[in-house]
């Protein structure tokens, strides 16, 4: 059974920083692509970022590019999310997600955490 | 990067068929074969339903599926259950090398 486990949300003040962590069980976390997508309250699904396996390959949405940044400890089996710079509109749920490879890559989610809330607000 | 169109509802009835459709530009939809679908109940998390288009993950019902015209996904639900009645979330790999989801259906099963 796969278990993907969220923490480090909070609520903070624009302009601070905040860490997310997912933990991962009953998977090879090494060998898997994970992924960050948030959920504002009442609102749609966005991607946020995806890291693959090995961490070489990094990929950020516009909307946070430059203030948040994806990293991994393989030792660890946890990803992590860190948001510098945060607005009231970054404001969400974050999952964690793992990236199911098929012919286009890894980028399909079949695996999610239940997320971590963030609040930004003054 | 903007988002990909979906209609806001969509509405059945029980053993009905609805789609639902998703448009997005040459630089996403129309560029790839690599559309995705998800479904998420009310304070669920997502499952993802179909991928690659048109192809169901293990444990996925036949009833729902896939395919694509030119910059237009779509995704089919036949024989309508009650329990299909959700959220449903189309995306798609583009060419920045990023994911963009669709805003969003609500289905209600009458």
């Known amino acids: 059974q796969v278990d993907l486990v969220e923490s480090g949300g909070g609520v903070v003040q624009p302009g601070r920083s905040l860490r997310l962590s997912c933990a991962a069980s009953g998977i090879i976390f090494s060998n898997n692509v994970f992924h960050w997508v948030r959920q504002a309250p009442g609102m749609g699904l966005e991607w946020v970022a995806g890291m693959s396996s090995d961490g070489r390959h990094i990929y950020y949405a516009d909307s946070v590019r430059g203030r948040f940044t994806i990293s991994r400890d393989n030792s660890k089996s946890t990803l992590y999310l860190q948001m510098n710079s945060l607005r009231a509109e970054d404001t969400a749920l974050y999952y964690c997600?793992?990236?199911?490879?098929?012919?286009?890559?890894?980028?399909?989610?079949?695996?999610w955490g239940q997320g971590a809330l963030v609040t930004v607000s003054s | 990067q903007s988002g990909l169109t979906q209609p806001a509802s969509v509405s059945g009835s029980p053993g009905q068929s609805i789609t639902i459709s998703c448009t997005g530009t040459s630089s996403d939809i129309g560029g790839y074969k690599y559309v995705s679908w998800y479904q998420q109940h009310p304070g669920k998390v997502p499952k993802l339903m179909i991928y690659d288009v048109s192809n169901r993950p293990s444990g996925i019902s036949n009833r729902f599926s896939g395919s694509k015209s030119g910059n237009t996904a779509s995704l089919t639900i036949s024989g309508l259950q009650a329990e299909d009645e959700a959220d449903y979330y189309c995306?798609?790999?583009?060419?920045?090398?990023?994911?963009?989801f669709g805003g969003g259906t609500k289905l209600t099963v009458l």
């Open positions: 995306s798609s790999f583009t060419s920045s090398y990023t994911l963009v």
């Open positions: 997600a793992r990236g199911y490879c098929s012919g286009g890559g890894c980028w399909n989610f079949d695996y």
